[in-house]
């Protein structure tokens, strides 16, 4: 079934935290190459294929219609935050052939791992098929993309800032790896500048019209408590506005805060926006214990507060960013 068709006939629900999953693991730093790079969990692509697999196995048993490749920050502009001269590949188990780690340009690397996740994610869903407990549900691999770090701005801000055109060409390399590898959607998501979202909308659409191929975009913002994303301050009304009549599929908001604190948002999105909206909030507003971020809303808690987003708003698809895991997805 194609992804417009399943929006038409059932509220879609997508998976949880990529990263609360991967810290479950307790990986060593050998994993990610190096101390250095912990934070680029996109590595694990190529180091641990076999864990994320499973890990996107166990959101499809807890009833998602709907996994993300582990890419979050699989672009070059991402990939140039690291010197990649001094990364460990001893415990990197699958780089691909041609591939140097220390040495690669960062097109190539976009490039391999966004093919190898979507891959990853694919096998996930044909193993899920084959199960007894597979319904025949709808299942569809989202190309998951983050925003570049940089600023589209002409303020003297002390940001890094960037050019409308390289932005495009950032994410057109990302969207033409993703269509490559087999992803069924584009997914923008904790986009916090709109210029950055209309920019990268663009680059996908010049992805696909080289591969030949046009995918479902779904776009969504990260805001505030005051529906403000969190760069410029743009109201998530003019944000829905700006990006509106640019061929998205869907469009919602994701992180930074739990469902609690988006209830005035999922309202004015349900009067306002003309698309099937998404609303993928934390596992609660996220809390300092021991030097450590947490999320403290149970998988019962957050059913009760999001199920008023679909049954009064109208909301048609829902999920889990950071803290959330397969228990609630499956409540």
């Excluded at 934070?39 to 009833?63: K, N, W």
């Amino acid at each position: 079934m194609e992804f417009k068709a399943a929006l038409d006939k059932q509220v879609l629900i997508m998976d949880g935290a990529m990263g609360t999953m991967v810290q479950s693991l307790h990986l060593e730093d050998s994993a990610f190459g190096g101390p250095l790079y912990k934070m680029l969990t996109d590595l694990l692509v190529f180091s641990r294929p076999a864990e994320l697999e499973g890990i996107h196995l166990q959101y499809l048993q807890a009833g998602a219609n709907i996994i993300e490749t582990n890419t979050f920050g699989a672009t070059p502009m991402r990939l140039k935050e690291f010197d990649f001269s001094h990364i460990d590949v001893a415990d990197i188990r699958s780089i691909p052939s041609g591939l140097d780690l220390r040495r690669c340009d960062f097109a190539s690397m976009t490039r391999h791992l966004n093919v190898e996740a979507c891959r990853i994610a694919r096998r996930a869903v044909e193993h899920y098929k084959t199960l007894p407990e597979y319904n025949g549900r709808p299942l569809f691999v989202a190309g998951s993309i983050g925003p570049s770090n940089y600023v589209l701005s002409s303020t003297q801000a002390n940001l890094k800032r960037s050019t409308f055109a390289e932005v495009v060409e950032n994410f057109r390399l990302q969207v033409a790896a993703l269509v490559e590898g087999g992803a069924d959607v584009i997914l923008f998501e904790t986009q916090q500048d709109i210029l950055e979202t209309k920019a990268s909308i663009i680059g996908a659409k010049k992805a696909f019209a080289e591969k030949k191929k046009h995918l479902p975009i779904m776009a969504q913002a990260t805001v505030d408590v005051f529906s403000k994303m969190q760069i410029f301050n743009t109201d998530i009304l003019a944000a829905c506005t700006a990006i509106s009549r640019m061929g998205i599929a869907t469009f919602g908001i994701n992180c930074n805060v739990g469902p609690e604190l988006m209830r005035e948002t999922v309202n004015k999105l349900s009067r306002f926006c003309n698309h099937p909206i998404s609303i993928i909030p934390n596992a609660g507003q996220p809390i300092s214990e021991d030097g450590k971020t947490c999320y403290k809303l149970t998988p019962e808690e957050m059913v009760e507060i999001m199920d008023p987003f679909v049954r009064e708003w109208g909301v048609s698809i829902v999920g889990g960013c950071c803290g959330t895991n397969p228990s609630h997805i499956r409540a």
